[in-house]
C-alpha cells in the first residue's frame, strides 16, 4: 500500500482506479483541477500543488473512517513542527459527516493522515479532502516530471467490521515540473574600474573605490523569487497557515552574493536595496550609511568588512511579482585607507540561495531551506602595487663614455578636472638592475644612490656612480606610477672631439606612465 505508485511521461497523474467492495459499499474518490507548479531544483522544500478530493459513498451505506496515504517520486519535506515525524502537511475535512484538520505524519516519500470516524459520512453524501503543504525536496529530482499518487484505506464501522481500499485520482495535471531558478554569479564592467593599484607611500586619506564592479543576479523563471507572506505575491508560506508552526514561513528567499579574496583592510559598500520589476531585493535588519570615505553616496549603502578574506551580502526577497524573469545588477564597491593592502589576486563572487543545508530526507526545520552547492566563482579586479619600470636601451662607463640618468616622479600635476591631479602624490626610492658587461654585483636591486625620490621632484647621477665599467641596458624599478627618466650619453664632453646623445627612457607597461592618469581610481567617486 505504502509503496504504491504511478507514473507517466508528460504530466504526472493518478491512476483513476477505484475499487474497495466490502458487503455491498463502495467508497468512490475523484479530484479536482491542479495547477502544475514550477518547483526550483535548487530548493528542498518546494511546494505541491494543493490537491482537492471528493470521496462519495455508496446508498444506503453506513458511515467510514480510515487513513489517507500520498506517495510522492521525491522526499517529502514538509517542516516539522515539535514531533519530527509529524508535521505541516496537512489534510482539511469538510462535509455532512465529521470535519475536521489533520496534520500528516511523513516517512520517506510518503505521508499519512488518520481520518476520524464519519468522515466518509453515511449514504451518498461526499465529504471534500484538501491536502496541502506538501513539501518535497527538488534538488533530489533527477527527471524534471515530480508524481504523485495516493490511496484511501477506509473501514466500515459495521456490522460486520471490514476494510477496503479506494485508489485516490487527480485531474491530468501533475504534481510539478522542476526547473532550474537562479543563473551562475555574472560580472557586468560598464561601471568598473577592473583593478586598483596600491602604492607604498599614496597620500590620499582613502581611495574609493579601489575595486568597483556589478554582480549580476539572474531569475532564470518568472516568479521564482519568492516573499516570506506576502498577501497577493509569490511566497513561500503553505496554502493552509495555522500559526505559529503550521505553514508558516521562517523567512522569504535569501540570495547571498559571496565575495572571496577580499583584502582584510577592505570595506565592502553595496546598495541596502536592488528593485528591478515589482520585485525587491533588500539587505535585511541592515543599517544604511549614506556617507562613504569620500563623501556621500547617490543612493544608501551598507557596510561590510571581510570575515577571513569573504564577505556574504545576503538579499532577502522581501518583494515579489511575476512579471520576470529578471536581472538584479548590484554594483559592488570597496575602499580602503592608504598603505593598507599590498598587491593580490583578484576578488571572486558567487551567488546562491539561502538559507543552506545539506541535502534533506526528511522534514525540514525551516522554510526555505535550499541544497548547500558549490556555485562557480568569477572573477573581478585584483590589487597591483603602483609601479613603474623605466628602461634605458643602452648606457655605457665604457671607452670614455659615461651616461646621465635622470629619474623624474611626475605624480604630482594639473591635469586633472578644474585643475585637480588625477594622481595620488607618492615617493619612493628607484632600484636599479643591470645587464650587458661589466654589470656589478650585486646586479640587480641596486638603490637609486639620491635615494627617496619625492614627488615633483628628480634625481639626476652618472652610471659611472653605480656601475664603473658597465656597458648594456638598465631598468630603473619605481614604487610609484608616473615615473620617468632621461639618458644622456657623453664622450669627451669639454674636449673638441667630445660627442653627446641624449634620449627619453621606455616607460614599459603596468600601472605607470601619464596615459593611465585617464582611469586612475583615485579619480572615481560613489
Partial sequence: MSNFRTRILGLATFALVCAGVSYGQVVTCTTGPQTNPTLRSEGQTELLAQMVVTCTNTAGSPATSGTVYIQTSLPITSKSFGVPAVNEATLVVTGPGTNGTIQGTVSGNQVSFVLPAGAIPAGAAAATLTISNIRVNASQGGAPQVTESGILSYTVVGPPVSSSNTAIPASAQGAGFILKTLGPARLTTALTVLGYTTCVANGSAFVAPGISFEVNIDELVSGAFLTQNNAGQPNEQGQVVIPPNIGTANSGDVINVTLANVPSAATIYVPQTVAVGGTTLTVANSTAVTT??????????????????????????????????????????????????????PVTATVAYGPAAAALSGPASSIPTFLAGTPTAVSAGGVAICQTTLLYPFVTNQLGFDTGIVIANTSTDNLGIAGRSVAAAQAGTCVLSFYGAGAPTPATGVADPGGNLPTASTHAFLLSAVAPGFQGYMLATCPFQFAHGFGFLAYNLTQNNGAVEGYLAVVLGGVGGRAAASSAPEAATF
Fill in 292 to 345: 562613504g570615505p569620500i563623501g556621500a553616496l547617490a543612493v544608501p549603502q551598507v557596510a561590510f568588512t571581510p570575515s577571513s578574506n569573504t564577505v556574504v551580502i545576503p538579499y532577502t526577497v522581501t518583494n515579489a511579482t511575476v512579471a520576470g524573469p529578471l536581472t538584479f545588477a548590484v554594483d559592488v564597491r570597496m575602499a580602503f585607507a592608504a598603505n593598507t593592502v599590498t598587491a593580490q589576486g
